[in-house]
């Protein structure tokens, strides 16, 4: 059994109120890094094991340019968002249980990145295969 993992942008937040509060420029607008629809895959096989290039060249469906997205062709995973979900792509690419008994399927996952004021939510999705 082999597995990949597939990570997709649910959604994009922005908490004004907060950055109001907190930020040392309260007008910065929501992640450009990600675009809600976002859809990357990680891999080991053939070859080629994205997770140690920290996503670099995942990215397979943006509504952006390729090129100015984190995950694509030039650019890493931002570091925040890493940091929050490169732990459980990794598990998901060793076959392992991403969340059993706290999502509806052990295989899938929402979580987002540390970005206290405009969080990314990500889905992140172990897939199994011959």
């Not at 469906?61 to 997205?69: E, L, N, R, S």
């Not at 940091?83 to 509806?104: N, P």
């Not at 987002?112 to 897939?127: A, L, S, Y």
């Amino acid at each position: 059994m082999k597995h990949k993992v597939i990570v997709s942008v649910l959604d994009k937040k922005l908490y004004p109120e907060l950055q109001k509060q907190y930020c040392a420029d309260p007008d910065v607008d929501p992640c450009p890094c990600y675009n809600v629809g976002d859809t990357f895959v990680f891999e080991r096989d053939n070859g080629r094991d994205a997770f140690w290039h920290m996503g670099i060249n995942t990215l397979t469906k943006t509504t952006a340019d390729p090129k100015t997205v984190a995950g694509g062709p030039n650019i890493p995973f931002c570091s925040e968002a890493w940091d929050a979900i490169s732990r459980y792509i990794y598990t998901g690419l060793q076959g392992g249980s991403i969340m059993r008994g706290w999502m509806q399927k052990e295989n899938e996952m929402i979580t987002c990145c540390n970005d206290g004021t405009r969080p990314v939510i990500f889905k992140i999705e172990r897939v199994d295969y011959e």
